[in-house]
């Protein structure tokens, strides 16, 4: 980006030149030039009006937990700061997107109020889970929000219940430039110690089936419908194959780990590996599930997104 950023975004929180080795849990990629960290919805809403007066293109960063980021990035990336604090209202919970997405099913469990059990596997930010509809064993976030708090891509505050077709399959509207603020989930009381148990056995199965030694992104392409692409990976024969540190997980084909300095050319090529290897075995064309994030890298995969 060779223009100057104006002055009022200027004002808002931000570091320079970033690791993104440091911003996700994959561990690839290169430096973000340009951090903006909000720590209030009102320098959130500045950011957003500013970039949009000013025609400048920008990305949401949440926890790092569902990106690949391939190169350098020169466009202005927001992550939210804003204070981990939850409310509580009756059986409502809400919390802020910057929350941490496991840390807040704790809360709930140890609040003796079920709904989450599902969340506490699953890394990142209540942001980012809304914002994809995050899910596992059965449920996803659809099935207890009940209000959410956002910015429109021209920086105006909404809040509202969601509503048909705005929500499906590891998607909703919110990737299309628009900023998750909060959310309200609706959860049901039990009792604190079946809750807890629950939580604790999702962890373990997670942690039992997942390589969370590791560095990676969770799973790394869409389940087909009624197939699973970890199982087709698998059946591909592709388990274990490795470019430098990049590696398709002998313990979950659909994961690809960063063994150790794994370089963003290096995952980007085992990606299209595995895409056109499925391809060829079983007919089935593969969807990354995971965000990316490049400027200038071109490949068949990527070009999907």
Known sequence: MSRRLPDDLLKVPHRRDVSFARLTTLGVGGLCHWLFEPTTEGEAQSFVRACSREGLPWRVLGGGSNLVVLGDLETPVLRLALPKVVYREGNRFTAPASHGHIALAEAAAAAGLSGLEFASGIPGTLGGAIRMNAGAYGREWID????????????????????????????????????????????????????????????????????????????????????SAGRLIDQAGLKGLRIGDAEVS?????????????????????????????????????????????ESFQSSVFSLQ
Request: charged share 25%; hydrophobic share 40%.
């Open 144 to 227: 207890v929000l009940v209000r959410f708090r956002f910015l429109t891509p021209e920086g105006d505050l909404v809040e509202k219940a969601p509503e048909p077709g705005e929500f499906s399959y590891r998607w909703s509207f919110l990737t299309t430039g628009r900023v998750i603020l909060a959310a309200t989930a609706d959860l049901v009381p039990g009792d604190p110690a079946r809750i807890q148990a629950q939580v604790a056995e999702y962890r373990e199965k997670r942690g039992t089936s997942q390589p969370l030694s590791k560095r990676n992104a969770g799973c790394i392409f869409k389940n087909p419908p009624g197939q």
């Open 250 to 294: 002998p313990e979950h084909a659909n994961f690809l780990v960063n063994r150790g300095k794994a370089t963003a050319s290096e995952f980007a090529e085992l990606m299209e590996r595995v895409r056109l290897k499925v391809l060829e075995i079983h007919g089935v064309a593969l969807v990354p599930e995971v965000e990316i994030w490049h």
